[in-house]
């Protein structure tokens, strides 16, 4: 189903797993007259040009932004602030800046000093991502039932709020509004600090003495590849999300620390009783999940069907 | 493809996932002339004699096993030293007794001087499983390409070994030996510890002051989903893996947690490069886990599929 176009140009800077996704779900819908993007490599820009997905793909952000109703940076944390700069005096008076990155705080105080007093700046992040990256992984379904947090500063013209809502409703994204500050507590546990304990795991395994690494692989069905797949993000994007969204995952991780001290405590205690206390309580957990559609209930996420042979 | 039956007859203790699953699996390779078992619970036998898999539910254990060529123990770590003492009087001389516990070196220590001398004891532990337990939640492929450690006490008749390789290998498992105190090392950094980090940061994430639940469960696609799958799995079984591996959790837990403060030192000291670094040799591990075939390549381990809409 298509429907008639929320914007006349629509400039995505980056063309990775969410810029691509966000390409081909807008064209899908035909919510843009025309898509411009650019890409930072020459050869990234061949792909998509390759692709033809978007109707033009340009060298400079200067150039993609030129006329732009709808500009959004789909670029590491740590590269708003420094495009946000490049860009600014090339917007179109009344267009709506965005971005899509993983941390709020940091983007609106990289960007917002920026940007010239007639443009919109709605700052939003879609919680929806795999473990790949580059101009292929993206697809048209990546948002379908997801969340896109969006913290406009206060006194941001409510009509640019509702366009881009409407943009990301469009294509499958459920829409929640929150403040930065929170939004980066929020995440900081259901992403930062997930990632940054996959990340450690995951590395950890891969330097034992005693267990090779070639057995922690081969082994690894018992639990260790779930880690793997979220250890497996892009690491540009990651190291922004860390070094920018700093204080929020420090707090998070002292608790989930003393949290562990606990279990741990219990386990060299022999106290039984706690550890399946612990472990009913977070059973329920994953089942509120599954029932708000956060996830499948499928066993193994599904894999099973993906990855192995339908009949022995 | 059905092959001649291996075993007489099989006596499963124990109808949960894994039980449940080797008794569909074994029935579908028609490796059994008979299969007969027990479940604790009226309420599990009922519905075991309902689902039509095995030959025969019995009431007690000394039951299921009498004339059993093959018994194998499904049932949690901790349950399996008190059923070989009740068992060991009533077991046919030449039997293959086994089990299919996560932790070997307990295992061992609370069966073997139970067991008479004429019977052969080979334990064993496949590698397979998701988040599902009780009768219903087995299914044939489960071992399909899964790894099943055996760890045979030195001594062991080696025809004994060989038959149950077979056995699991016509399953569709990939057989590999060890001892029984590596295997709880690498078991301990494969499964153990990831679990308990699991059921950690998801106890964690439950219990903050500054964001709900409800936002913890909605935003969850960031990344905490996919540690809430195996944070779902049975309590009585990980409580008696934690309580029996204990030292080898331990020593995992030592390694781990140093690496975490070296993250979490260079996050705080914004050392971009030591982040970047260790993110990409992270990726790499996820890549040789698809690449061996213990894992999906399909973004998001499949789940995309299994769960949403194909079209929007």
């Known amino acids: 189903m298509t429907t008639a176009p929320l914007f006349q140009r629509v400039a ?6 969410i810029g691509g996704s966000i390409a081909r779900a807008a064209r899908a819908k035909g919510l843009a007259s025309e898509i411009v993007t650019t890409a930072r490599s020459p050869k990234t820009r061949a792909r998509v ?5 978007v109707d033009r793909v340009v060298e400079t952000n200067v150039e993609a932004v030129k006329d732009a109703d709808l500009v959004i940076l789909c670029i590491p944390v740590g590269a708003c602030g420094p495009v946000a700069k490049e860009i600014a005096p090339y917007l179109k008076p009344g267009a709506i800046i965005s971005d899509v990155g993983s941390v709020k705080g940091a983007v609106v105080r990289d960007m917002a000093p920026h940007l010239p007093a007639g443009v919109h700046f709605v700052p939003a992040h879609p919680v929806a991502g795999t473990e790949h990256s580059g101009p292929d992984s993206g697809f048209p379904e990546l948002f379908i039932n997801r969340w896109c947090i969006l ?3 206060e006194g941001t013209d409510a009509a ?10 469009a294509i499958g994204a459920k829409v929640e509004t929150m403040t930065p500050d929170h939004h980066d507590l929020v995440l900081a546990i259901t992403s930062h600090l997930p990632h940054l304990i996959a990340y450690t795991i995951v590395g950890t395994a891969d330097e034992l003495g005693e267990v090779t690494s070639s057995e922690v692989m081969k082994f690894s069905a018992g639990g260790f590849r779930d ?4 250890a497996a993000s892009d690491p ?6 860390f070094l920018n969204n700093k204080d929020a995952v420090l707090e998070m991780l002292g608790t989930f620390n003393e949290d562990l001290s606990k279990l741990t405590r ?21 089942r509120g ?8 209930a499928a066993p193994d996420f599904g894999r099973l069907s993906a990855a192995t042979p339908k009949k022995p």
């Open 12 to 17: 995505l800077i980056g063309f990775g797993l």
């Open 266 to 286: 219990a386990m060299r205690r022999g106290d039984g009783e706690a550890l399946f206390d612990h472990f009913t309580r977070t059973r329920a957990i994953r």
């Open 236 to 241: 540009t994007m990651w190291r922004d999300v």
């Open 289 to 296: 999940i599954v029932e708000i559609g956060q996830d499948s």
């Open 227 to 230: 880690f793997t797949r979220i």
């Open 151 to 153: 913290t406009p500063p």
């Open 49 to 53: 040009a390759e692709l033809g997905i």
């Open 160 to 169: 640019a709020v509702d366009k881009l809502r409407a943009f990301w409703t």
